[in-house]
């Protein structure tokens, strides 16, 4: 990143995404797929920490999953959630639809 000052003199900076709040992170993280959240995970701690969240992973969730998940079936978390959707596809309306989960 690189930042003008005065006339012509350019300084050379980085940006440290672990300066950011855990909650900003995240969000942005939200944004991407599932294998970029994957892959995030590998570059820092801070990263690593917010690729866990449940916010980041519920956002890969189908809209209202709460609704189509039996009670009999508990998750420890959002990931372990999707992760074992994408495994294990959950049928529907008498076995018609299958709730749309991104793999890649």
Do not use: H
């Amino acid at each position: 990143m690189e930042e003008r000052k005065g006339k012509g003199e350019v300084m050379s900076g980085t940006l440290d995404l672990s300066a950011l709040p855990l909650d900003c992170i995240t969000l942005i993280i939200s944004f991407t797929s599932p294998r970029d959240a994957c892959r995030l995970s590998l570059v820092s701690t801070a990263l690593n920490s917010a690729t866990e969240s449940d916010a980041v992973w519920e956002s890969f969730l189908p809209s209202q999953f709460q609704a189509l998940i039996p009670s009999s079936l508990s998750f420890s978390s959002k990931k372990q959630l999707y992760l074992s959707l994408c495994e294990n596809p959950l049928l529907i309306e008498a076995g018609r639809k299958v709730p749309k989960v991104q793999k890649k």
